[in-house]
């Protein structure tokens, strides 16, 4: 059974940094390409960053573009969002995503980042 | 970017009855290896979003035959075929043929 399971949300102070992690299991990590999506207060989604199964390959939504980098550990089965700078409107759960064949097949259960003074 | 516009943005509608839900890209979604990267997501209430349709048509595994896509090219469309308790919820047409993915900005279904 695949299983996604998000951590390190958390209340962090404008221009922060936060670090998410996606820890896998159920499937080889490694040949999976994997994505994070966002989804602010009572609002839609928002996709942000994707990474090919080597990690090689790296995608940004231009509202992340040179603040945040997505990153992969196959060893530990672990994919990363490394936030910095953050701001109000990043805001949201973070959902991380597997980008099998289909894309999106499966989904964690999020966490919540906050950016508030 | 592709802009993704889904109408309507509510559809209350009546247990056992059909609902459908259209979805228009700014831009052809066809990719040039000739798939159309065009899906459907479900996000329950307080749940994480589930794929439910992919490349336009396919039924994700475990999804109930009552719910379809169909479409080409900019338009598409999801139907639900019999509306049942459990289809509560948001309803989002997305695209993976170009980057940045984007996503419609959700159709939520309810019971009248």
């Known amino acids: 059974e695949v299983q996604l399971l998000e951590s390190g949300g958390n209340l962090v102070q404008p221009g922060g940094s936060l670090r998410l992690s996606c820890t896998a299991s159920?499937?080889?990590?490694?040949?999976?390409?994997m994505t994070w999506v966002r989804q602010a207060p009572g609002k839609g989604l928002e996709w942000v960053s994707a990474i090919a199964g080597s990690g090689d390959s790296t995608y940004y939504a231009d509202s992340v573009k040179g603040r945040f980098t997505i990153s992969r550990d196959n060893s530990k089965n672990t994919l990363y969002l490394q936030m910095n700078s953050l701001r109000a409107e990043d805001t949201a759960i973070y959902y991380c995503a597997t980008l099998g064949d289909p894309a999106f097949d499966f989904w964690g259960q999020g966490t919540m980042v906050t950016v508030s003074s | 970017d592709i802009v993704m516009t889904q109408t309507p943005l509510s559809s209350p509608v009546t247990l056992g009855q059909p609902a459908s839900i259209s979805c228009r890209s700014s831009q052809s979604l066809v990719h040039s290896d000739g798939n159309t990267y065009l899906s459907w997501l479900q996000q329950r209430p307080g749940q994480p979003p589930r794929l439910l349709i992919y490349k336009i048509s396919k039924r994700f595994s475990g999804v109930p035959d009552r719910f379809s896509g169909s479409g080409a090219g900019t338009d598409f469309t999801l139907k639900i075929n019999r509306v049942e308790p459990e289809d509560v919820g948001l309803y989002y047409c997305m695209q993976a043929t170009q980057f940045p993915w984007t996503f419609g900005q959700g159709t939520k279904v309810e019971i009248k």
């Open positions: 159920g499937f080889t990590f490694s040949t999976y390409g």
